[in-house]
């Protein structure tokens, strides 16, 4: 049965959907049948993997309200061994469509239910909200991955985040944890960085900080403009390299 993670912070800009689409495509790239799910209004997940969000018929809004089934709304192969459940902005409205139907903060985890067996990972991309769709996604999860940006408030909200885990945890998913934190926009060549890193190890003991540093990278910047994961865009870069080495160590810490 596939693992589900959701990858999320309530705060925006911290390479949140930039670590959905290269993290999906680098442990896709291992072999492992992986399926990422675009729970963002916004889309970019969808995008930056190349689909036009815009024209799609079956997305999650359509899967959330119950008018298109999980199978229906899955694009397959995005890329190798990839497999995308899409999202455009009409997926805000899901939020007020659902707000009445019982139990409403487990419809994506009975959608994905359906299909979890046929996949080694699933890869939700969260609204950077506590939403009625983030509630659903972390509902639906095992585990929870939280990326952390390389700047002065980078501990802003993660205690916040961190409590409504437990939250979750504690009155609708008993089988979720946090899988652990990384480190985004990494720049070697200042110091916050470097301080940063230091500062949240020491606050954050007792979590799993993974080793995996994801660098502030021209070319990382660049793939989401051309519909394809850094991987493929550009598998020499630093930024390609870094999700690799994430993708790996999170497949081993799953083989526990």
């Known amino acids: 049965m596939g693992k589900i993670i959701s990858i999320t912070n309530q705060k925006g800009g911290v390479g949140k959907t930039t670590s959905s689409i290269n993290l999906s495509a680098a442990i896709a790239a291992t072999g492992k049948k992986v399926l990422v799910v675009d729970a963002d209004p916004q889309g970019n997940t969808t995008s930056g993997l190349g689909v036009e969000k815009n024209t799609l018929e079956d997305t999650l809004y359509e899967l959330m309200i119950g008018d298109s ?82 700047e002065y408030f980078a501990l802003e909200g993660l205690t916040s985040l961190i409590n409504t885990v437990n939250l979750v945890k504690e009155r609708l998913n008993h089988d979720i944890d946090m899988e652990g934190v990384f480190f985004t926009m990494y720049d070697a060549r200042t110091k916050l960085s470097e301080e940063v890193v230091a500062d949240v190890k020491q606050k954050l003991r007792g979590y799993t900080i993974f080793n995996s540093i994801i660098p502030t990278n021209v070319r990382l910047a660049e793939a989401p403009s051309q519909g394809m994961p850094i991987n493929e865009y550009d598998p020499t870069s630093t930024g390609a390299k870094a999700y690799e080495s994430l993708a790996r160590e999170i497949i081993k810490n799953n083989r526990k």
Do not use: G
């Not at 659902?98 to 609204?127: G, H, S, T």
């Not at 950077?128 to 952390?148: E, H, K, M, Q, R």
């Open 69 to 150: 089934s999980t199978e229906e709304c899955i694009i397959k192969n995005v890329c190798k061994n990839l497999d995308l459940i899409p999202a455009n902005v009409n997926l805000a409205a899901a939020e007020i469509e659902i707000l009445q139907e019982p139990n409403n903060q487990f419809i994506l985890k009975k959608a994905l239910d359906w299909v979890r067996d046929k996949y080694d990972f699933i890869i939700i991309d969260c609204p950077p909200s506590l939403s009625t769709l983030t509630v659903n996604a972390l509902s639906a999860s095992n585990s929870v991955l939280v990326p952390i940006q390389c």
